[in-house]
């Protein structure tokens, strides 16, 4: 089992940044592959970001390429996702997911574990 907390989510205006964090307990993330989803009000979740768990492969949601950055360091058993120049359309509840195997895929079904979510609102 994995628990995943996320945290770091709060309003900012538009064009600013938020650094959200997910700290993970139960197994080690050494070798997992860590996502980020989100979901707007009224949408279905999505996918934003995922890292494999060896660093060396990255994935990201065309809408966020250019401005979120998702970073981990498995010391810490811990996975970031930076967010800069937010827009309005990026708010939502943010989620941290977790599963087995190296590649950062996209699909919410593959992934086991899931976080509480995080609240992120862009003001415009």
């Known amino acids: 089992q994995v628990q995943l907390v996320e945290s770091g989510g709060g309003l900012v205006q538009a064009g600013g940044s938020l650094r959200l964090s997910c700290a993970a307990s139960?197994?080690?993330?050494?070798?997992?592959?860590m996502g980020w989803f989100r979901q707007a009000p009224g949408k279905e979740r999505e996918f934003v970001a995922a890292?494999?768990?060896?660093?060396?492969?990255?994935n990201y949601a065309d809408s966020v390429k250019g401005r979120f950055d998702i970073s981990r360091d498995n010391s810490k058993n811990t996975v970031y996702l930076q967010m800069n120049s937010l827009k309005p359309e990026d708010t939502g509840v943010y989620f941290c997911?977790?599963?087995?195997?190296?590649?950062?895929?996209?699909?919410?079904?593959?992934?086991?574990?899931w976080g509480q979510g995080t609240q992120v609102t862009v003001s415009s």
């Open positions: 997911a977790a599963r087995g195997g190296s590649r950062p895929g996209s699909v919410m079904e593959e992934y086991n574990f």
């Open positions: 139960g197994r080690t993330l050494r070798t997992t592959t």
């Open positions: 890292i494999s768990w060896s660093e060396d492969e990255t």
